[in-house]
């Protein structure tokens, strides 16, 4: 609590340098990379996001900065940052939601952000890397607290498989990610849309990295399906290949990640937050509400969910 307010007392510091008749300053939302608030001034609301010194709030303020420099006007203008008591504070224009929902615009935003190419050595096949080191944290996770359970034995032994299937299909169809230049992908998708007057904005950017733009549409489509009635995935296509050639490649590529989303969805929501606490380290971290995200999408009929792996396998195969 008592740090609460110190970190109130350094924001409202900071930002009277930038900003006139600032009033109250809300926080929103805490994790363990920021905390993020809403500050109201007499004239207008500011988005602020604090957190450790080159950390992701830095990192999200250089993405932001390059995709402004880009010309891009669908990501959040920046206000102000600044570098103070070892913490990063970043304050963008506040978004306002409303009704309309544009997803040919939504493809064309995505399509201009996966058309900026950048070849950074450090991230190289991100994505494949993070499904195939799933079959790592399954091991782990059998071995922590599998073993007393044997209906969880027997999941976990499925996944598994369903793992040990999808580093065979990736070796068979390498060819179709040997993708150059990498693209920039903005790796987050869950509440990352805001519809707003005449655009549709894209948010969050402190997992962005460059890597296989098949990734990020095989995660936009799971979550904006999920939050909307409006989201038509075949529109989107439509209108995203004006700007990204689609072909069976990218096609094969969004399934395949897909699949790879809902493999970790299963391997996650077994987790017990305590047993995932020695993950905290590693960028595969979840969180509670992230977990119970993936509940609620899965299908509670565990089988059923196998089901649906094992024919996505199959047509993958294929
Ligand atoms: N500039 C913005 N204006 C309005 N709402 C925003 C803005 N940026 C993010 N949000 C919303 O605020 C919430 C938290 O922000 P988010 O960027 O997701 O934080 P985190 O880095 O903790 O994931 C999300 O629901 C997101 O949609
Ligand atoms: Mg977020």
């Not at 250089?62 to 504070?89: D, H, M």
Request: aromatic letters at 12%; a positive charge; glycine letters at 4%.
């Amino acid at each position: 609590m008592i740090l609460d307010v110190d970190e109130k007392i350094l924001i409202s510091k900071e930002l009277r340098k930038y900003f006139r008749g600032i009033h109250e300053i809300h926080k929103i939302k805490e994790s363990s990379w920021s905390s993020v608030y809403h500050i109201l001034t007499t004239n207008r609301i500011l988005f602020c996001k604090v957190g450790p010194l080159a950390g992701a709030v830095t990192h999200e303020y250089q993405i932001l900065a390059f995709l402004r420099a880009q010309g891009l006007r669908c990501v959040p203008e920046i206000l102000s940052y600044s570098e103070i008591g070892g913490k990063a504070l970043l304050v963008t224009r506040f978004i306002k939601e409303t009704g309309y929902y544009n997803v040919r615009k939504l493809a064309e935003n995505f399509a201009k952000v996966h058309a900026l190419k950048h070849k950074d050595e450090t991230c190289k096949n991100f994505p494949i890397e993070f499904i195939l080191g799933m079959e790592n944290e399954l091991s782990d996770l059998q071995y922590i607290w599998g073993k007393e359970n044997p209906k969880r034995v027997r999941l976990m032994n499925k996944l598994g498989d369903a793992l040990k299937q999808m580093r065979v299909l990736y070796k068979k169809r390498k060819q179709l990610f040997a993708q150059e230049p990498l693209r920039l992908i903005q790796m987050d998708a869950q509440d990352v849309v805001i519809p707003s007057v005449n655009e549709m904005y894209l948010v969050d950017w402190h997992l962005a990295r460059y890597g296989d733009p098949a990734c990020d549409l095989a995660r936009l489509f799971i979550y904006e399906q999920d939050k909307t009635k409006k989201f038509d995935r075949d529109e989107f296509i439509k209108m995203y290949a004006r700007g990204i050639p689609v072909n069976d490649s990218l096609l094969w590529r969004i399934n395949y990640f897909h699949l790879g989303s809902l493999v970790a969805m299963l391997l996650y929501s077994f987790g017990d937050s305590v047993n995932l606490v020695r993950y905290k380290s590693s960028p595969l971290v979840v969180q509670q509400s992230e977990k119970d995200f993936f509940r609620r999408l899965l299908d509670k009929k565990i089988e059923n969910n196998f089901d649906q792996i094992y024919l996505m396998l199959e047509r993958l195969g294929h």
